[in-house]
């Protein structure tokens, strides 16, 4: 066994390169970018992963505590809609849009290359950044997710340009993106939207009336909106999709009033607020009546989005943990040497492990079906994508918590990181669906995308390569658990959409452990084919908390497991593990 990472050389989660410090997200980010975008990308993300541990994160506490503030009107009463920012967010700014491209990579050949990247490229920049400030990922995810938008439907000169600005490297003309959808009497029904478009004598240009409820980015000149046309049908077939700028092509103040900021528990960084739109301008995007299905294509990659930073605020908070627990010493030795805390590091860890490779497993699936309108690449993305959301946003949430606790009485202090940690999780749950909205949203593509048909064999795909000795019962295992899951949605296929409905969270969680598993069981098979046994200690340990232990005689006491106490500089410090001395393991579900 190698050295493991020296956590302990460090005093806290920063002032560090959180690439170097996260072989879990490089490895998973490798696996999911084709290997010539990631000779390319290796190094920059390496100096991205610098920079944000070190100015960015300082930036981010700077504007923590001097969060974005409204300023609706001016001195004489006329509405201004201005709102004032710290100057450290517009370093921030120009550190990601400009020196790193995270929205101008995708879209447009960077230095060095004669292609743009892949979506999975932007999506680990956001993983970075989230490390530092879970907040400013909003608009950032949401200024490619407007592009996206604009690169596929719109079809005029006036949009062009607000593309070119969504995706520039320029620092004095980049802009970037937004999405109002919420209105106060329809919440995730969108169908419900009263908000209403009424045509101007100008081509494509539209007067919109009405209110946005939760506005994120609320100044963006970028944002994207949904409103009825007059005469349009109700529900969701009757939206349509117009660009409602900040300013109008003229640049004159748009016809819009920002009421308030929202008082947000977290995400301070990213101005949330309510808007009335008093007739205000708005561009027509694509075909008329078809702005649900349009902002589909952008509501793939905000999940994808959410799930990226859920992954990033785990990383934070279990680097704040595995730092704390390495320096603080109780009972005479380091907590990280103490049997409890050795077994929570090595569960968060596990759990760190499968919320990144399934998350990453997702995000090839959208690039592939992104680039080559792989059929089969979006049945099977669409599936995971609401579930990488669903439970990589508990997940976060859940670590979070728990590293609020490995640090004490400070990790519940403002000034720490965890605890602001905590705060900014908690919207990750809400952002881009609830809970509920998303195992809906599951059902609905088992149903009429016939997701399962991809699902089943994408998994088997996965087992079959797996024939290393010490992966075999764990392997048994998880192909028994698709087996009991293909019985399971089969039976829900056939009941009532009630009970459909009610056990719909349940299928999520199942779906979620089974293509989780598969996936760190065909890592760990790479893995030890190229001399490192690690990830057959996590995919194994993954297996068994998942199917193994809840069901175990005497819940798992009695089973002997010390995976522990013997592999802890493996799984939790990364410690290079030789195949040969990985032992036979006790089945998983004995």
Known sequence: MSDPIDYGALDAGRDCNYWTFDPTLAAAAERAYPPEEFDWAAPRLEAFGEVVGTRVVENSERVEANPPTLHTYDRWGEVANRVEYHPALADTERITYCDYGLSHDVFHAPPGREEPMGLTHALTLQAVLSFADPGFVCPASMTVGAA?????????????????????????????????????QGGSDVGANETVARETDEEGVYRLTGEKWFCSNVDAEGTLALARREGAPEGTAGLSLFLVPHTTADGELNDQLYRRLKDKLGTLSVPTGEVEFRGAEGYLVGEPESGFRQMTAMLNYERLSNAAASVGVMGRCLLESK???????????????????????????VDY??????????????????????EDAYRLMRLLVPIAKSRTAREAVDTASYACEVLGGNGYVSGFATERMLRDAQVLPIWEGTSNVLALDVLRVLEREAAHE??????????DGVDHDSLAAAGDTVASELADLQRAMATLATEDPEYAQLKAKDLVDYLYDVFAAAELLAVAQADIEAGDGRAALVARSFVRSRFGRRSARGRGIDDGDRLALDAFDAVVGHARVEPAALADPTPADD
């Open 353 to 374: 492990e499968a919320a990144t490779a399934f998350t990453f497993a997702a995000a090839s699936l959208l690039d592939r079906h992104h680039r080559e309108d792989d």
């Open 454 to 463: 991809v699902f089943v064999p994408a998994v088997r795909e996965r087992l």
């Open 148 to 184: 996206l938008v604009l690169d596929r439907f719109g079809d005029d000169d006036r949009l062009e340009e607000y593309l070119e600005r969504l995706t520039t490297r320029d620092p004095e003309t980049y802009i970037e993106g937004a999405m109002f959808l919420t209105e106060k």
């Open 323 to 349: 730092v704390r627990a390495a320096n603080r010493e109780a009972f005479g030795k380091p907590i990280d040497q103490h049997p409890l805390m050795r077994r929570d590091l090595v569960e968060m860890s």
